[in-house]
């Protein structure tokens, strides 16, 4: 999308949460729908769903794993303007792909991990100042035993072969060189979930896209119709590769005190007059600028009084990469003010769980404190040239010298 496309989906996220959103035009809904995607799969399924009055059925998956961070951001903007949009938004935590998918997490967390991801969820969302009556949770074992869906399981099995089930989760399911039989149906219960949460598309990272094109394929042998597939860039971490809830350099995490946040932004790779895979400039692209067009601000704000001037206010990413690569907005500049705006959004978030006794029991229960395993002492070898050292040496001689035996009478 073009900044002027994106300035212009700016101003109808405005008009939409502030309660206005029965007055977007259909052009109005596709801008916020497709502002700052990858890619977009069957765009005109979208179309018509909002020629006929309707809005939107959209739903974004996550396997309830990982405690999430500032990552979940990325997807959390592009569902706020999804409900600016006027679009249902469903999203599906799914407690059964957590357990298939290799090694991540046990039947006994995912349903706390659940419950925690519905509350962060839910508050990063009202971070960014947009109205969640038309977002809905569902928890994918609500359905996934039913018989039908289980039919269904079984049908697609014998439809998909063991090569393209691969190739479909190579992207999003973990691979080993023996892995279970899991990994194998994971794809095929995300691509039942479109039918069985009767959405019009599914959104999530280009990453999956292997995946959706799958989509595309299986439903129809099934008898069951095409849905859209709408996808957001993978945003480098901050160390230059994927934000992972795994590498504690890489990510921050929502709970997260605004000194520590300071110190791992301090700590990021950010080369000089590169925006090439260059995480913070990535973030302000997909988080920061667009939470602040979300929140009616100006803007994003970089802090100059240091140097005695005026701040820079930017409110579109093309200007930020112009002076980043020109070097008027250098490092030094730019990670102060992204952990201030990244500090700003997690304060609310911070509020509401420092307020809540259930979500911290929640989060106890669900990410326990990982118990180490002491280690034991090593005897130290002192070797042979300490005080006292000759006397032991000659005593344990003795001691493994047998004494002759003797001959029976």
């Known amino acids: 999308m073009t900044t002027d496309s994106a300035l212009a989906a700016t101003a109808d996220a405005k008009l939409a949460i502030s309660g206005d959103n029965q007055k977007l035009t259909k052009e109005q809904q596709l801008a916020l729908i497709n502002v700052n995607l990858a890619e977009i799969l069957n765009p005109e399924i979208i179309e018509k769903v909002i020629d006929e009055g309707r809005a939107p059925r959209i739903y974004w998956g996550t396997a309830t794993t990982g405690r999430p961070h500032c990552g979940y951001l990325v997807p959390a903007i592009k569902i706020a303007q999804l409900l600016a949009a006027g679009c249902h938004v469903i999203v599906l935590l799914a ?54 869906y289980i039919m269904d399981v079984y049908k697609l099995a014998t439809l998909v072969s063991e090569h393209d089930a691969k190739k ?82 890489s990510k921050i995490d929502l709970l997260d005190a605004p000194d520590v ?42 802090d100059r009084s240091r140097d005695n001037l005026e701040p820079l206010v930017y409110t579109d990413i093309a200007k930020i990469k112009a002076d980043y690569e020109s070097d008027v907005l250098t490092p030094q500049l730019v990670k102060p003010a992204i952990s201030a705006a990244i500090n700003e959004l997690l304060a609310p978030i911070q509020a509401g769980f420092q307020a809540s006794p259930e979500w911290q ?16 002492k090593k005897v130290k070898n002192k070797g042979t040239r300490y005080p006292g050292a000759a006397a032991k040496l000659e005593d344990a001689k003795d001691e493994a010298t047998p004494e002759p035996a003797t001959e029976n009478a």
């Open 168 to 249: 479909a989760g190579a992207e999003v399911v973990k691979q080993s060189d023996n892995a279970p039989l899991s990994g194998l149906l994971y794809p095929i219960l995300q691509v039942l979930d479109e039918e069985y949460l009767k959405v019009d598309a599914q959104f999530g990272g280009v990453d999956q896209r292997k995946l959706f094109a799958a989509a595309k394929d299986w439903l129809p042998r099934l008898g069951y119709k095409e849905r859209a597939h709408i996808m957001n860039p993978m945003v480098p971490g901050l160390q230059g590769s994927k934000m992972s809830s795994s590498d504690p350099d």
């Open 261 to 302: 946040v300071a110190k791992k932004i301090r700590k990021a790779e950010a080369a000089p007059k590169v925006t090439e895979g260059n995480g913070l400039i990535s973030f302000i692209e997909y988080v920061l600028l667009p939470a602040a067009q979300l929140l009616g601000k100006d803007g994003f704000r970089v």
């Open 361 to 376: 029991e929640i989060a106890t229960k669900a990410y326990p404190p990982e118990i180490k395993a002491k280690k034991e």
């Open 95 to 148: 407690d059964i792909h957590a357990v298939l998918d290799n090694l991540k997490s046990t039947v006994e967390l995912v349903g706390y991990r659940a419950k925690y991801y519905e509350r962060t969820i839910t508050a990063l969302l009202k971070a960014v100042g947009v109205p969640t009556d038309k977002l809905e949770f569902v928890l994918g074992s609500s359905y996934q035993k039913s018989p039908d």
